[in-house]
């Protein structure tokens, strides 16, 4: 089946943008921090903040490689591999927006606004836009935690609410 070509570069150029916010916020970051900051690993700390703005970027710019893929393909006719690559642009993209538990908070303009894009695109599976919700309203970073048993048993109870 073909795809919406229109849509595909509608969402294509939302990712885009969305990954050159997040791009320049990981440069600000570097200028700011220095480009490897050692020692403090804690939530918040400036080595999670600057992990955390690559992984965000990363994750947008794999979620444009799919999208852009699908869209070649589709031009080209070979709607398997265009309609394979749509599924997995579809996919909510690995780390995002999770990957912000990491950062120091506030959240940089860009950070806040890549975070906005995303969530309002309405393009992926799952619901990102409650995810994103969460991680700007968290007021601190809350991850990696300081207390490992602690938050194994709360992810364990949180799976166990899921399966009632």
Do not use: C
């Amino acid at each position: 089946m073909p795809h919406d070509l229109t849509e595909l570069a509608r969402v294509g150029g939302v990712l885009e943008e969305a990954h050159s916010l997040l791009e320049s916020e990981h440069e600000r970051l570097r200028q700011q921090y220095g480009p490897r900051p050692h020692g403090d690993a804690s939530a918040g700390s400036p080595m999670q903040t600057l992990h955390g703005v690559t992984y965000l970027s990363n994750a947008v710019s794999e979620s444009l490689k799919w999208v852009a893929l699908a869209a070649g393909y589709s031009v080209l006719g070979l709607e398997d591999r265009a309609d394979h690559a749509l599924a997995r642009a579809r996919m909510e993209p690995v780390g995002f927006p999770s990957s912000a538990d990491r950062m120091a908070r506030p959240l940089g303009a860009g950070t806040v606004r890549a975070l906005e894009l995303v969530r309002d695109l309405g393009f992926f599976e799952g619901d990102i836009a409650v995810a994103v919700d969460v991680a700007l309203a968290a007021p601190q970073a809350t991850y990696p935690p300081a207390d490992w048993s602690a938050y194994a048993e709360e992810r364990q109870r949180r799976a166990r609410l899921e399966e009632d």
